[in-house]
């Protein structure tokens, strides 16, 4: 038979054997996300230009709500990169697995014993899939809930999901006026099931923290806290978008006024915090909450999620709680954790510091250098991306006070007292002097100001804190005393 050298007879002929052979078709790998070229009529390649990668872009499945991502344009001789814009769920790696759960008893809790590994499947991560499970096998919440002494509220839509639980709308069966308090009409109401790791012995230590801490500034109210059926369940103040939605509805990336109001208001709250003897130990946009719009309090900034709070001062003793480093020991959120808690140092104030700094530059610029890491080793590859960043490339096309904000917390000791005016004072030059005009109120920083008025803070000419001395007694360098054994080394 004389071989054929159209190419139209070509296809024609190789498509009719491929009709009468009919394979059976083959797993797809990697392609199962692509979208295919139409079959060629005509038999001349499709696609093949000369150093060019797959021209479909992989398309990633999404949660509803969120932002979908946006594909990156490959370069000449590269294939498609994906850049993740969802917001991050906290990890906490413990050295050791726990043991399975039984079928029977599923683990609600994704973020403790997880590890520090991220399996890309459809563009999510591993916790995310994780909680997918975990939500499925869970018991579902009730339809009705009352705690304590607390009115009847029906379940309404779901609010979100975090680290430590999901949160849901709840409107009262009967009676309630107001917008906010013991009296709303709607509260949130936060589930974490009694199988999560955090209940093994009880309540979530969650609400240890909130006891301490209600009426703090910047912290929502508790009104009613108790367990029904599986669940063990917090009434709170229901609040309005976190700074992550109103970055997403800003286009990705807020003004240099905004987020200098954003960062004198979160400074303040963080100091209530400290003064309480907690660190945060999670902070990002996520975990800051407005007000309900349409409310008194629709531009003041909240605080949320303690989940991973822990305490920084000992209750009784009120001494600052050991050094101790623990590289098997991860606690937070990769892209925003201190590199202290990627190294596995006990936390401290420093630590949501360095979180609040990479939290503003982010708001202000869109993106970090360290975000699009995957696999196995994330966590390592990101500390050391922040390791290598200087604080002049990291703030770069940032105003002035951010670099030097980030250049302060990074430098400060484990237990150093961070100087919380003198932080909020260098955003002084970036806020409108107009009260009404601000995106953001910033009443915790003005009280902050006010009472602090009378003691000024002494500074060298190189802009550091002046050491205090004691007159008629020769300096001394005061340090950390640690009665178990012998401290190591601070860092």
Not at 224 to 229: D, E, K, L
Request: include cysteine; charged fraction near 25%; aromatic fraction near 8%.
């Amino acid at each position: 038979m004389p071989e054929l050298r159209s190419g139209a007879r070509q296809a024609r002929l190789r498509s009719k054997r491929l009709d009468e052979l009919q394979p059976s078709p083959q797993p797809l790998d990697q392609a199962e996300n692509c979208v295919l070229p139409a079959p060629n009529r005509t038999g001349r390649r499709v696609g093949a230009g000369r150093g060019r990668g797959c021209n479909a872009t992989a398309v990633a499945k999404e949660p509803l709500g969120a932002t979908p991502s946006r594909p990156v344009g490959a370069g000449r001789g590269r294939g498609v990169r994906l850049i993740d814009l969802d917001p991050e769920l906290p990890h906490e790696v413990l050295p050791e697995v726990a043991p399975s759960v039984g079928a029977g008893e599923p683990a609600f809790n994704q973020v403790e014993g997880v590890g520090d590994k991220d399996f890309v499947m459809e563009g999510g991560s591993a916790e995310k899939l994780m909680g997918v499970e975990e939500e499925a096998n869970a018991a579902p919440v009730p339809e009705r809930v009352q705690v304590g002494n607390s009115p009847v509220y029906k379940i309404e839509r779901k609010l979100g999901k975090g680290g430590f639980g999901q949160v849901y709308v709840g409107r009262r069966v009967s009676g309630g006026a107001e917008r906010t308090g013991a009296d709303a009409l709607e509260v949130a109401l936060k589930f974490e099931h009694r199988n999560s790791k955090g209940c093994n012995y009880g309540p979530p230590y969650e609400w240890q923290v909130y006891n301490t801490l209600n009426g703090c500034y910047g912290i929502p109210s508790v009104h009613y806290r108790g367990r029904q059926g599986d669940y063990y369940i917090l009434v709170m103040d229901m609040l309005g978008p976190s700074l992550w939605d109103v970055w997403n509805s800003v286009g990705q990336s807020m003004s240099p006024n905004m987020v200098a109001c954003i960062a004198v208001e979160a400074i303040s709250i963080l100091e209530k915090l400290h003064l309480k003897g907690f660190v945060h130990g999670d902070v990002k946009p996520e975990n800051f909450l407005l007000g309900q719009p349409g409310t008194s309090d629709e531009k003041k900034l909240f605080l949320i999620d303690l989940g991973l709070a822990s305490r920084w001062k000992d209750g009784s003793s009120g001494q600052h709680v050991d050094y101790d480093q623990r590289p098997d020991i991860f606690r937070g959120t990769i892209r925003y954790a201190s590199v202290h808690a990627h190294l596995g140092r006990t936390g401290s104030r420093r630590d949501d510091l360095e979180s609040l700094a990479y939290t503003l530059i982010f708001l202000i610029k869109g993106r970090l250098p360290w975000q699009g890491y995957q696999g196995d080793n994330k966590s390592f590859l990101v500390c050391k991306k922040k390791m290598a960043t200087s604080p002049e490339l990291l703030c770069c096309f940032c105003p002035t006070p951010f670099k030097q904000f980030l250049e302060v917390v990074t430098n400060m000791k484990f237990d150093e007292e961070p100087n919380y005016p003198k932080l909020i004072s260098l955003f002084d030059s970036l806020i409108e002097p107009c009260a009404p005009l601000r995106p953001i109120r910033i009443d915790g920083a003005l009280k902050v100001g006010q009472k602090r008025a009378r003691l000024p803070v002494n500074v060298e000419e190189d802009g550091q804190p002046r050491k205090k001395v004691r007159l008629g007694s020769p300096a001394t360098q005061w340090i950390s005393v640690y009665n178990a054994r012998r401290p190591m080394k601070q860092r």
